[in-house]
């Protein structure tokens, strides 16, 4: 039988397997996940994010995640199934975020944006405030991002658009997040 979710399925195809796939997911890191309860960010945010990187951000094996998901929605993994995601585990990695803070977030930012009262409200899709400032800026100034989360979904997207980014976090609510497209 074929898995119904693997490491590169988005976030959207594991929720709709079962209602209680969506319970596991926010228990794993109730203070990121728990605004998939939020009908706007359940839209907006799933879509932007894999299987894979969801394990790098709450430090869990791929193929725990997923046969945790697989035992949630009611069909556990067989044995096979297990082996095959064992194979492909170690191409299944991401790294949880940027590493070593680069030289570039010394600089002074061009623009600072802070997401913090949106976050609260949780009533607008940050990704178009960030994709605005990026829109308005050359390639090589710096724009900070105040936000109550670490963007880790955002990431995949950042790499393949050619934006760098690193992410710092100010305070129990509070993260830094420094972007700028590739000079």
């Known amino acids: 039988?074929?898995?119904?979710?693997?490491?590169?399925?988005?976030?959207?195809?594991?929720?709709?397997?079962?209602?209680?796939?969506?319970?596991?997911?926010?228990?794993?890191?109730?203070?990121?996940?728990?605004?998939?309860?939020?009908p706007l960010m359940r839209r907006l945010m799933p879509p932007r994010i894999t299987l894979k990187?969801?394990?790098?951000?709450?430090?869990?094996?791929?193929?725990?995640?997923?046969?945790?998901?697989?035992?949630?929605?009611?069909?556990?993994?067989?044995?096979?199934?297990?082996?095959?995601?064992?194979?492909?585990?170690?191409?299944?990695?991401?790294?949880?975020?940027?590493?070593?803070t680069p030289a570039w977030t010394l600089e002074e930012p061009t623009e600072v944006i802070d997401l913090l009262e949106s976050d609260e409200q949780l009533d607008s899709d940050p990704m178009m405030a960030i994709t605005q400032a990026l829109r308005r800026h050359e390639p090589g100034e710096v724009v900070v991002i105040r936000h109550k989360w670490e963007p880790q979904p955002l990431y995949d997207v950042w790499a393949k658009a050619g934006v760098e980014h690193h992410a710092e976090q100010a305070g129990p609510d509070e993260w830094r997040i420094f972007i700028r497209k590739n000079p």
């Open 1 to 38: 039988m074929p898995l119904l979710v693997d490491e590169n399925s988005r976030l959207p195809k594991a929720l709709d397997l079962h209602p209680d796939v969506l319970d596991y997911i926010v228990s794993l890191n109730p203070h990121d996940f728990k605004r998939l309860h939020n």
């Open 53 to 100: 990187r969801i394990a790098a951000m709450v430090k869990k094996p791929i193929q725990e995640l997923l046969a945790e998901i697989h035992d949630a929605a009611g069909s556990p993994l067989s044995g096979e199934e297990k082996r095959e995601i064992e194979g492909r585990a170690a191409d299944a990695t991401v790294p949880a975020g940027p590493g070593e």
